[in-house]
């Protein structure tokens, strides 16, 4: 069975922020954020789409997938300063959009994990009693949303790790308002 060789596309959507301390640049995430579940306001946020070509071979009365390729657009939505800030502003701001970039990457890396598990789940699944190929793209929909689940609790876990009372992206977000 093939594996096919891919790259992930990797993006970056700046949304504008204004202020020119680490307090009103906050302040301005906190209006302009991008929108979680259509709800809560986030600092940044990694969304993806994932497409794929597959190849279905009869074999007998079975069906088998024998190649999948992926095709996935990762997308980072990240604050970014409209305006040139004072140095020290300049400097807390660096610090804490690398950090917010390392966090995201980590979010883009596990759903890279997640298309790699996905691979590895369905190419080469065989299906006995399915001349026409429909069985297997049942028992494929059931792995994929188990991956699926797998890796949005994995994300969720990170997160909630990440933003909880002295965890790094509270230090960052600290740092950042208070100064170094």
Known sequence: MARAEWQAVEKVAPYAITGKSGAELYASIGGKGPKVGGMVRAIAHTNFK??????????????????????????????????QLPAEAQKNWDTFIAGVRSHEVVHGDMI?????????????????NDPNCQKIKIEMTKRLSELSLAQRQRSRDFDRTELSQGGNIHQMILTLVNGA
């Open 112 to 128: 890279k994990d997640m298309v790699k598990a996905i691979e590895a789940a369905t190419v080469g699944l065989s299906v006995p």
């Open 50 to 83: 994932l497409t794929w070509t597959r190849k279905y071979e009869k074999q007998g009365d079975a069906c088998t997938l024998v190649s999948a390729r992926p095709k996935l657009i990762i997308t980072y939505t990240l604050p970014k300063p409209t305006e």
